[in-house]
């Protein structure tokens, strides 16, 4: 499925997904996000900017262009209504659509994501809460990581699952088995020896509570539907 992959895109939307989940787009998270070495990632950003895709700007933050931006909005449009697909039509498993949809953005066109649209009845948001392009979702929201900054443990529910720990079947598969998707009421504390976050469904109490343990990469990247302090 290689000849599939479009890299130029690749790169677009990983940049787009950090500054989703307000973390600064740097060449060296895009090294972590998408497993390309330190001179792969710089030789592609470089033909990016280029071609008039991003910036690079002094400071080292990459900042998309207004044409960079619609086309990385356009591929995360289309990744997003594509999990939909999977999922509500399809019937694939919650934890494995993200993986598949990766391969349908590089290759929907815009007539078959118009039909999707209609067929899916104008979805709102991604399996795992993220919002769909275009559409804008009055809710506030906070990172798991911020609301342990100022809170020691933190109820509320969970507003969306960052792509990031979207790309880890393993761990979406244990969010699964615990019952914690979006909309879900859950319990957060934090690790203070590792950095990593317990978390488990407010409804699974007592001795036998489970937990899921979110290594601390992935903490920023799952938001409550909570005010921040």
């Not at 619609?70 to 399809?90: C, F, Q, S, T």
């Amino acid at each position: 499925m290689g000849e599939l992959i479009d890299t130029t895109e690749m790169y677009l939307k990983a940049i787009f997904e950090l500054e989703e989940d307000g973390v600064t787009p740097l060449r060296a998270r895009i090294v972590d996000r998408l497993g390309h070495s330190g001179p792969t990632v710089s030789q592609t950003v470089s033909r990016m900017e280029r071609d008039g895709l991003l910036h690079v700007l002094g400071d080292r933050r990459l900042e998309l262009t207004r044409d960079g931006w619609y086309r990385a909005r356009e591929v995360m449009r289309k990744h997003r209504l594509a999990e939909r697909l999977l999922l509500d039509i399809i019937g694939l498993g919650w934890a494995d659509v993200h993986e598949e949809a990766c391969r349908w953005e590089h290759v929907m066109s815009e007539q078959v994501e118009a039909r999707l649209v209609k067929l899916l009845g104008v979805p709102q948001t991604d399996p795992y809460g993220n919002p769909l392009p275009g559409i804008e979702i009055d809710r506030p929201e906070v990172s798991v990581e911020v609301a342990l900054r100022e809170s020691e443990r933190v109820v509320a529910p969970i507003a969306r699952i960052g792509e990031p720990i979207q790309a880890e079947v393993d761990v979406l598969a244990r969010f699964e088995e615990l019952g914690l998707f979006p909309t879900v009421m859950a319990v957060a504390v934090a690790d203070e020896k590792t950095g990593d976050v317990l978390i488990r469904a407010l409804s699974d109490e007592g001795e036998d509570a489970h937990f899921l343990r979110l290594n601390v990469a992935f903490v920023p990247h799952l938001f409550f539907a909570m005010e921040r302090k």
